[in-house]
């Protein structure tokens, strides 16, 4: 089971931007799509993007309050490391946010349930 651990949290003015790494260990990246959750208190875990092992094709959430036109998602395989730059940050993008790894390659999906391994999170809270 791959082993990721998630960088690059912290505290930023509303309109800034943070950039999220995710390394891995343990095992590579090789054939494994990338997810990036968010989790608010009170609120439940939500999809923010994620991206293929296979053509590297990318995916947002598409929920009105979501991050999508602000969030990019990447990978570099040789670093086995996921990033999510984030752009025009909000109060409202305040949580927790996790990378998971699927063992389905070339499934880009927004269910945490198919995803197999998941980082401990990293924060990220802005002020406004």
């Known amino acids: 089971q791959v082993q990721l651990v998630e960088s690059g949290g912290g505290l930023v003015q509303a309109g800034g931007s943070l950039r999220l790494s995710c390394a891995a260990s343990g095992r590579t990246l090789d054939n494994y799509a990338m997810g990036w959750f968010r989790q608010a208190p009170g609120k439940e875990r939500e999809f923010v993007a994620s991206?293929?092992?296979?053509?590297?094709?990318?995916?947002?959430?598409d929920y009105s309050d979501s991050m999508k036109g602000r969030v990019t998602i990447s990978r570099d395989n040789a670093k086995n490391t996921v990033y999510l730059q984030m752009n025009s940050l909000k109060p409202e993008d305040t949580a927790i946010y996790y990378c998971?790894?699927?063992?389905?390659?070339?499934?880009?999906?927004?269910?945490?349930?198919?995803?197999?391994?998941w980082g401990q999170g990293t924060q990220v809270t802005v002020s406004s």
């Open positions: 991206i293929t092992w296979t053509a590297g094709r990318t995916y947002y959430s």
């Open positions: 998971a790894a699927n063992r389905a390659p070339w499934r880009g999906t927004q269910s945490a349930t198919e995803y197999d391994s």
